[in-house]
């Protein structure tokens, strides 16, 4: 069945980096677009980034713009989100999803299946 297993969140002290990776199996990995977001306490899920099947389109948040990047290997069947200059308001569980298509997308109903989650705190 299609399962979606992220890893990598963690404790890291504002201004640190993380590198947060999802792998995919149970289906075609190169065929999907695939999207991280988050979600904090209190606070609903919220999109961070998406890359395009092929790696060569990628969307983000405003507010990650040039400190977080989103990037794939198809031969591994890995997204990754790597995280840097991280501040406290960065603190959530962290999500990966996948949808079929070529293009990122930023909607959280577009998606058709989740991972469970990482959580990443960070620090102040």
């Known amino acids: 069945q299609v399962q979606l297993v992220e890893s990598g969140g963690g404790l890291v002290q504002a201004g640190g980096s993380l590198r947060l990776s999802c792998t995919a199996s149970?289906?075609?990995?190169?065929?999907?677009?695939m999207g991280w977001f988050r979600q904090a306490p209190g606070k609903e899920r919220e999109f961070v980034a998406a890359?395009?099947?092929?790696?060569?389109?990628?969307y983000y948040q405003a507010s990650v713009k040039g400190r977080f990047t989103i990037s794939r290997d198809n031969a591994k069947n890995t997204v990754y989100l790597q995280m840097n200059s991280l501040s406290p308001e960065a603190t959530a569980v962290y999500y990966c999803?996948?949808?079929?298509?070529?293009?990122?997308?930023?909607?959280?109903?577009?998606?058709?299946?989740w991972g469970q989650g990482t959580q990443v705190t960070v620090s102040s």
């Open positions: 999803a996948a949808t079929p298509g070529i293009l990122p997308i930023t909607s959280n109903s577009e998606y058709d299946n």
């Open positions: 149970g289906f075609t990995f190169s065929n999907h677009a």
């Open positions: 890359i395009g099947w092929r790696g060569g389109s990628t």
